[in-house]
């Protein structure tokens, strides 16, 4: 009888260890494929910015060349009124980008500005540093909006991958329009 208690013991107390690891592993991350998601979102970054031809700053350089007073124009590329409105890098100008590439210039996605008045943002000095952003790594407004300035012309031309999310997560201050 002993014996029969004793392995029905063993039997219950393998089952919680048993449980315990599978919940464990269903209810914990599998690191191995959080790599796989990370290393995904870094090839994709690293092919945008080798096609797009543009280089790219972390948000600590960023706000080191603010810091610095570097005369550098940083883009906000996001809707006016959905996310530059409530809260943008200081000093940043808005000019909306699509998410999808756009190989051709298309006002609708631009919020019905043209490639004129992109230029005229950017102004003259096609050797400015722009640095030009938008929510989060994933999100390719940025991307757009770089091109476009390297398609203009314009040779020092930056992209903040980690964008307003980034900025935010490092506990720098936003401004906002009232």
């Known amino acids: 009888m002993k ?12 089952l919680v260890v048993f449980g315990l690891s599978v919940s464990a592993f269903a209810f914990g991350t599998d690191k191995f494929k ?3 998601t990370r290393e995904q979102e870094a ?15 972390t948000t ?15 883009v906000d590329t996001m809707p006016y009124e959905d996310s530059y409105r409530k809260n943008h890098i200081p000093g940043a100008k808005q000019f909306l980008f699509p998410i999808p590439d756009m190989k051709e210039w298309d006002a609708k996605q631009t919020d019905g500005k043209s490639i004129d008045d992109f230029k005229a943002l950017l102004g003259p000095d096609l050797s400015r540093t722009i640095v030009i952003y938008c929510g989060f790594v994933k999100c390719t ?12 012309g314009y040779t020092n031309v930056f992209r903040h ?10 506990g720098y201050p936003v401004d906002t329009v009232k």
Request: without cysteine; hydrophobic residues 40%; charged residues 20%.
């Open 161 to 170: 991958p980690g964008g307003i999310f980034a900025w935010k997560g490092a």
């Open 60 to 74: 600590t350089e960023l706000k080191g060349m603010i810091d610095a007073g570097n005369d550098v124009l940083i």
């Open 141 to 152: 407004r940025s991307h757009n909006g770089a091109v476009w300035a390297r398609k203009l």
């Open 43 to 57: 090839v994709k970054l690293t092919r945008e910015v080798q096609q797009g031809g543009y280089g790219i700053v």
């Open 34 to 36: 959080e790599e796989v």
């Open 3 to 14: 014996q029969k208690k004793g392995m029905l013991q063993g039997v219950v107390v393998g």
